[in-house]
């Protein structure tokens, strides 16, 4: 049970550890620390909430509706490039840690959110299909403890970028560096925009 939950552990940071929009979003609200805790705590419920529907097998439903898939890839795609825009301008008016950077409100966070989570289809491709057949090939009692290690994966992933974020707090100090990370921020997503729509 414990090898497991180890290989699901594993298996999750493997996973989730690469360059998205989802992360992104997460390292510029811990380095602003605006409502931290809430991201952190949505994105490691829902990727625990779709393990777990891929480990009580609805992989294969999500799977055999391509049309679904396809739909959020557009949407998905539609959205980043949104918020590629909506970096851009950050970038032209850029704040500090200091307080100078407004928060966007706690429903719009929540919001952004969701919609970085959800409206990704690779999120289904990785959680639901993936992780969850992976999970299936440890038996009745074994995918569950591997479906608790991808989730605890989630959950200590993006609570250390959420919250570990805050040690960059000195070069975050200065505008310059909001610049530049809301402009890598945007091309992050022009090209996972473009990337989605091209797989």
Do not use: E
């Not at 949505?42 to 909430?49: F, R, T, V």
């Not at 690779?122 to 009745?140: E, I, K, W």
């Not at 989630?154 to 505008?175: C, D, E, I, Q, V």
């Not at 990370?181 to 992050?188: E, K, N, Q």
């Amino acid at each position: 049970m414990i090898t497991a939950m180890l290989t699901g552990l594993f298996t999750g940071l493997g996973l989730i550890v690469a360059i998205g929009a989802q992360n992104a979003w997460v390292l510029r609200q811990g380095l602003a620390r605006d409502h931290v805790g809430t991201v952190v705590a949505i994105c490691a419920l829902s990727d625990a909430l779709l393990i777990v529907v891929g480990t009580a097998g609805m992989g294969a439903l999500v799977a055999s509706h391509p049309a679904v898939l396809t739909a959020l890839k557009w949407l998905g795609a539609a959205y980043l490039l949104w918020f590629a825009v909506r970096s851009l301008r950050s970038a032209l008016h850029p704040g500090t840690l200091d307080g100078a950077r407004p928060s966007a409100g706690r429903g719009s966070i929540i919001a952004t959110t969701l919609a970085l989570t959800y409206l990704n289809p690779h999120v289904y491709l990785d959680t639901v299909l993936m992780v969850g057949n992976l999970a299936n090939q440890h038996g009745p009692t074994g995918r569950w403890w591997f479906a608790l290690g991808a989730a605890l994966a989630s959950l200590l992933w993006f609570a250390g970028l959420g919250f570990g974020a805050r040690t960059l707090a000195g070069p975050m100090a200065k505008p310059r560096t909001w610049r530049l990370l809301d402009l890598t921020i945007a091309v992050v997503m022009v090209v996972l925009a473009v990337v989605l729509v091209r797989s």
